[in-house]
Structure formats: structure tokens, C-alpha cells
């Protein structure tokens, strides 16, 4: 029988609930641990899909076609694994599933009521994402902050487990913030008051960590425990640390691991070798480095890299492989098409997945000052279609050229929906998703990236290269060294005669890790490294 632990968190939200658990999963697999992870979200949506990355990060979408919570994509870079939809549970889903049922005459006779056909769905969810994963451990993050009226019936849940399931097989966690004022006291109310509205729900934490910018203080934990009802050896800290790879290692120390076995009556076996170790103290001393990489990230959601966080991630992984001090910066699309922005400071340049009109014309003046001055360019997803469209503009001389995302009067559609897609009207879980197969083809950058002829990469996407056009684009410079196996869908391109100008519909920003950093973005980090060193020596010659 699998083993629960819930994470629930207090006081407010984006307090680092997903970097903790991914860490304690991480923590648990390195003692041996078949651990799995879980994120429910209260919102009534069914999936991510339609969330606003503004507020909710990027849309991070599994191998088996879910769009799912950012934290997904945490999980699976801390455990180095590819995660499945079962993983993501969002409450719409939940209510759907029962009205479904409910139309269908399951309950015929019954009155439907939150207990107990929402928490009946909702437990019977855990255990079959336990189940789909096969593990002996599932964590399992509960998203918003306890009080949140959405999240009660989450919590609802997650109490009935605790009694129906053996003592042993059930634990919590809740995380809230510790914060230091002004005048460098620590306060401890915060999570005082947000444990007590736990309880008041009829849950009693096992373990409670305070997110502090430093470790607490003994004296800071007695008094959280005195007035939490928790062992004093039970208050942990998640505090602000350089690299969130960092935390395993903080909960190691604190003896989290042997803590959770004694309390749930499982072993751990000898500690396995880890990379993390070397890449993350090669990081804290690239960071020292004046000479940095600099990379210009440009987008529509400028206001917040969670946005991208998956992009940023990957970079950051092939800055510590390629040896260098990266800096990238999340520009807004909007202010380059207002002339408040100039990219000759950049290294590199990448446009990143989006949708829609806003800010695009300012993406297409960065895609072609990176390939009139032989800057690196990658473009993911978006960023290949907006490359065509630069090139079509520029290179063909259709001067409307566009897509018919865009411009659906457009003469030039060299971007359009794919067929598939025509007849679709809803948006919600209908686009391309998930994994596809890519035909490489030999002799190209793509395959000395890569080294075969075949790759696997998650996909996002309604629109493709119109292949009425693909032709026109080869005789001007383009080779399309991606292609679909079956299908005439253009995957990956790349410009010839430009020093590193790629881009791709998939979205390889999934697959990166910290100690196997993604090829394609391996590339472009390298050659944007080369871009500098070339223009340190340009300065240098009299």
C-alpha cells in the first residue's frame, strides 16, 4: 500500500510549496524511495490550459498531452522523470467528473452533495495517481493557502485519508512564511495563526517548515512549537537559498529523511551518489565570474519569468555545462516595438512559446536584427513561426506575410492552423499536445546536436509552417532538419549560412536537467558563448 504525505501551505501563496516537496522528494529517492509527486488545484478550471500565465506561470504539459501546473515541470526536474497526467488534478475536473456522472444516473436517487462525492473523487484521484505511478510514497501539494474557500473540500479529503488510511501511511506538512521586519526580529504569528486555521479543519500537522530568508533559531522553534502543537524536532525551515537545487541538501541536515521513516515506518537505504553537488557549487562560482553570457529572452508576459520558468531553467542547467556566467533577461516584446529597448547589449536572442498578436511585431525586429547581425537565435514554438514570418518578410519580399492567427486576411499565410484543428471549437485540451516523434535529418546542425535520427519532444501548438510554402523558404536559405515521420509538418528549421539559427515547434525546454542540460538549448548557450568570446577579441585588435 502506498504512503501519503500533503503538503499544505499558510499565510500566502507562491511561498515555494512546489521547489519544497519536489526537495523532499529528491531527498526520499536519494535514501532509496520509490517517491512520487502530485500538485491538486482548487480552481474550478479542468486543466492549465486556459489559465493566465500572468498569474499562474507557464503551462507545463506532459508527455502523455496534459497541460498541467508549473510544478509539474519541477517534479520532473528534480526526479528526473517524465511525469503523467493523473499527477495534475484541478478541481474542475473533480465537479465535472460528478455532474457527468450524475447526468449519466450513477447516483440516481441520491442528493449530490461535497461530502461525499467531491471528497469520494478526489481521494479515489490520489490513489490512482499513487496506482498510474507505481510508487511506494506519493507527495502530495495541495495548491492555494489553507483558508481559501475553494481548498476546503481538498482538505476535507485529505482529513478523511488520514483516519481511513492506517496511522502510519498518512503525514503532513505545512509550510507558511516566517518573516524578518525591518528591524531584524523574526515573527512567527504568521504561521501561527495560519496552523491554527489547519486545525480548525480538523488536521493536525506532523511537520511544520517555516519559509525564513535564514535557519531559525532554537528559541524561534520552541515557540512555534509551544503554540503549534508540533514537537519542537518536527519545526523544519525551508530558508532563501542561492540555488533552489540547494534545498535536498538543507533538508538532509536537518534529518527530514530519517525523520518521515521513523514516523511512517519505512526504511532508507545508503545514500546514492548525486550530481547536484558539484553543478551547484560550480554555479555559486561561475556566479563570481565578470565575464557573463548575456541572453535576451523575449516575450509577451514580461512582468514574470514564471511565465518562461521552464525556458530560464534550461538555460541556467547549459550555463553550468557550457562554463560561463549567464545572464538572461525577460524582455517585453511591446517596448522593442516602441524603440525603448535595444538588444546590441545580448548574446543571444530567444523567443519563447505564446499565442496571439499583442507585442509580435516587436518579436519579428528582434528575430531579424539576430539574423542580419549573426546573433544566436533560438525560437521555441512561437518563436520557429515568427522566424518564418521575419523571413518571409525579408528574405521573399511578402511584406504582409503573416499568420492567420494574426491576419486571417492576409495574403501570405505562411503560418496556419492545421487542418485538424479547423473544425475545433472549444480551446480548452484541444491543441496538439504531448510527445511526437521527430524525424532528424543527417548532415544538418539539428543532428550534431542531437546525434540521431530520431528524437522524442513534447509539443503545444495549433499552427504550423504552411507547407504550400516550405519550398520557397528552402531556396532561400532555410533547411527544415526536424520533420514530422509521417506527416508534412516542419519541426525544427534552421537558416543557413547564420552562425546558430534555430528553431523548433516542439518545446525541448521539458526535457532539460540540472546534470543533462537539452541539447538544442545546449547549442545555443555554446554558440552565444563563442558570439562574446569572438566580440571580446573584435574589441581587443587595435
Known sequence: ?????????????????????????????????????????????????????????????????????????????????????????????????????????????????????????????????????????LIIEIGGTVGDIESDVVLEAARQMKFEEEAENVSFFHLALVPTITTGEVKTKPIQHSTKSLLSRGITPDFLVARCDKPLTNSAKEKIAVFCNVREEN?????????????????????????????????????????????????KQLSKEKQEVRIAVIGKYATSKDAYMSVFESLEHCAINCNVKLVADLIDSESLEKGKTNLEDYDGILVPGGFGGRGVEGKIQSVKYARENQVPYLGICYGLQIAIIESARNLLNYFDANSTEIDQNTTHPVIDILPEQKSIGNLGGTMRLGGFDVAITPNTLA?????????????????????????????????????????????????????FFVGTQAHPEFDSRLDNPEPLYLGFVNAAKEYKNKKIKNERQP
Open 235 to 283: 519545526v523544519l525551515h525551508s530558508p532563501t537559498v542561492f540555488s533552489i537545487y540547494q534545498l535536498p541538501y538543507v533538508l538532509a541536515e536537518q534529518q527530514v529523511h530519517s525523520k518521515l521513516s521513523k514516523r511512517m515506518n519505512f526504511e532508507l537505504s545508503e545514500n546514492s551518489t548525486d550530481k547536484w553537488a558539484p553543478l551547484i557549487e560550480k554555479q
Open 447 to 499: 543532428h550534431s546536436l542531437y546525434h540521431s535520427e530520431k528524437i522524442f519532444k513534447r509539443f503545444r501548438h495549433r499552427y504550423e509552417i504552411n507547407p504550400e510554402y516550405v519550398s520557397e523558404f528552402t531556396k532561400s536559405g532555410w533547411i527544415f532538419s526536424g520533420k514530422d515521420p509521417v506527416r508534412t509538418i516542419m519541426k525544427i528549421g534552421e537558416l543557413n549560412g547564420h552562425p
Open 1 to 137: 500500500m502506498a504512503k501519503y504525505i500533503f503538503v499544505t501551505g499558510g499565510v500566502l501563496s507562491s511561498l515555494g510549496k512546489g521547489i519544497f516537496s519536489a526537495s523532499l522528494a529528491k531527498l526520499l529517492k536519494s535514501y532509496g524511495s520509490n517517491v512520487s509527486l502530485m500538485k491538486i488545484d482548487p480552481y474550478l478550471n479542468c486543466d492549465a490550459g486556459t489559465l493566465n500565465p500572468f498569474e499562474h506561470g507557464e503551462v507545463f504539459v506532459t508527455q502523455d498531452g496534459f497541460e498541467c501546473d508549473l510544478d509539474i515541470g519541477n517534479y520532473e526536474r528534480y526526479l528526473d522523470v517524465f511525469a503523467k497526467k493523473e499527477q495534475n488534478l484541478m478541481m474542475g475536473s473533480v465537479y465535472k467528473s460528478i455532474i457527468e456522472k450524475e447526468r449519466h444516473g450513477d447516483y440516481l436517487g441520491k442528493t449530490i452533495q461535497l461530502i461525499p462525492h467531491a471528497t469520494n473523487e478526489i481521494k479515489s484521484r490520489i490513489k490512482q495517481a499513487a496506482k498510474t505511478t507505481n510508487c511506494q510514497i
